[in-house]
């Protein structure tokens, strides 16, 4: 279980853009849960998913995963029980090492790494089995570089190797957004089946509503560093993207936007 207590956040403190983005803001995601998190933009989405990977720090309140404070930890060690896939496919690969390099890296992550060869050739039908599982053709180019992948490739690969390894968290930021529309549904059926697969809790970021909707089992929506929507359980089930729409419309023109 995931718990964020009063988590307070300032950038630039004293300065004239000095921007409040949390202040005493609490959350729980308890083990298994499908988490899509909804927003408009600064209302701390991204932000949460940095303090919670270790990307950035907090200035009050507490982390803890599965009760174990992580507050300082390094997010290299963190990284050992979290997966995370970014919007951009360029951050979650080496475009410059082929499939079976970035692979075999991947394979690696949370073990020592010393002057023994990098890939794991003993691996490679373990590989291929896994890329065959995302049914791209991607087991037919493990020598192929990773930059000369298309967008889509690329995020699957990522997301592949993101849960590749033991981990409890796979945090998702607008990993959908830089793709597609086809593509972008091909990616979130992956993603789906990954999280069942492998009985993952999973928060993801996204600004498709539907995506929102559809996928997960709870919803909440973001405002100002604040929780102003949430939803579960049979009422998520039953939740329909107009209702979230007109909620986010609804708010944003109550602030101005």
Do not use: W
Not at 229 to 238: L, N, R, T
């Amino acid at each position: 279980m995931l718990e964020v207590r009063e988590i307070r956040k300032i950038y630039n403190p004293g300065d004239v853009t000095e921007i409040c983005v949390f202040d005493g803001f609490s959350l729980t995601v308890p083990d298994g849960e499908f988490l899509s998190i909804v927003g408009s933009n600064g209302s701390g989405k991204t932000s949460l998913l940095n303090l919670i990977c270790g990307s950035i720090r907090q200035d009050g309140g507490s982390i803890l995963i599965g009760g174990e404070p992580v507050d300082r930890q390094k997010d290299y060690v963190r990284a050992r029980r979290i997966g995370r896939v970014y919007q951009n496919p360029a951050l979650g690969t080496c475009p410059q090492m082929t499939i079976l390099e970035n692979l075999s890296l991947a394979d690696g992550k949370g073990g020592p790494f010393g002057l023994a060869f990098g890939v794991r050739r003993g691996r490679i039908g373990h590989y291929r089995e896994l890329l065959s599982g995302l049914g791209l053709g991607l087991e037919d180019k493990l020598s192929v570089k990773v930059g000369s992948l298309s967008g889509g490739q690329r995020q699957a690969l990522a997301l592949l190797m993101a849960t590749m390894t033991p981990i409890d968290f796979l945090i998702l930021d607008e990993h959908t957004a830089a793709l597609d529309p086809h593509t972008a549904e091909t990616i979130m059926l992956l993603t789906d089946r990954l999280v069942r697969e492998k009985r993952l809790t999973a928060m993801m970021v996204t600004h498709n509503l539907r995506y929102a909707v559809e996928y997960g089992s709870r919803l909440i929506m973001l405002d100002k560093g604040r929780v102003v929507f949430d939803c579960a359980g049979e009422e998520k089930k039953a939740l329909r993207t107009e209702d979230v729409l007109g909620l986010f419309n609804r708010i944003s023109v109550e602030c101005g936007n």
